[in-house]
Nanobody, 126 residues
Framework: QVQLIESGGGLVQAGGSLRVSCTAA?????????MGWFRQAPGKERVFVAA????????DYADSVKGRFTVSRDNAKNTMYLQMNSLKPEDTAAYYC??????????????????WGQGTQVTVSS
């Protein structure tokens, strides 16, 4: 079992930056998992944002965030990060991190993830 804890959400003005983090409580296996970020806005479905392979050598992004968001991980700290720049009001959502044992590199599909965090709220004001 892997417990994932997100942090770093908050309120930011449009055009600003924010970094959210995801730390795994069970550190022994963290490096084996591909990791992903998803977000869910009120009244909408959860959607893929970004993913990073278990070694961090590959990453993938949704078109809506490409060029503005950067996903990274520090396996020594059992932590994944999402640096969000040039934020827009439409980025407002609860952001969830997830861990996948699927060995598929950088999965985009939520069903391929085995463990989820509780979410952290990001609000971008216009």
């Amino acid at each position: 079992q892997v417990q994932l804890i997100e942090s770093g959400g908050g309120l930011v003005q449009a055009g600003g930056s924010l970094r959210v983090s995801c730390t795994a409580a069970s550190g022994r296996t963290f490096m084996r998992y591909a990791m992903g970020w998803f977000r869910q806005a009120p009244g909408k479905e959860r959607v893929f944002v970004a993913a990073i392979s278990w070694r961090g050598g590959s990453s993938d992004y949704a078109d809506s965030v490409k060029g503005r968001f950067t996903v990274s991980r520090d396996n020594a700290k059992n932590t994944m990060y999402l640096q969000m720049n040039s934020l827009k009001p439409e980025d407002t959502a609860a952001y969830y991190c997830a861990a996948s044992t699927s060995n598929l590199g950088t999965p985009r599909v939520g069903n391929l993830y085995d463990y989820w965090g509780q979410g952290t709220q990001v609000t971008v004001s216009s």
